[in-house]
């Protein structure tokens, strides 16, 4: 049994050595922000500003990150 998982493990490592590649594809790309932004409907930018509201009480010194 353990020479089975030894030999599937080494099968793996071997295929993805040779046709594998570590190139970050274009859909693994981060979105800006104002891609992300536009994606969200109203409902969720809704709770977007209301969750910076609610950081300002907590912390009024708090400045805001953009």
Do not use: H
Not at 30 to 49: F, G, I, T, V, W
């Amino acid at each position: 049994m353990f020479y089975l998982g030894a030999a599937v493990y080494a099968f793996g490592t071997i295929f993805y050595c040779i046709l594998g590649s570590g190139e970050v594809q274009p859909w693994a790309e981060p979105k800006r922000k104002e891609e992300l932004l536009q994606s969200l409907d109203a409902a969720e930018k809704a709770n977007l500003n209301k969750d910076k509201e609610t950081e300002k009480e907590v912390d009024p010194k708090m400045e805001e990150v953009a």
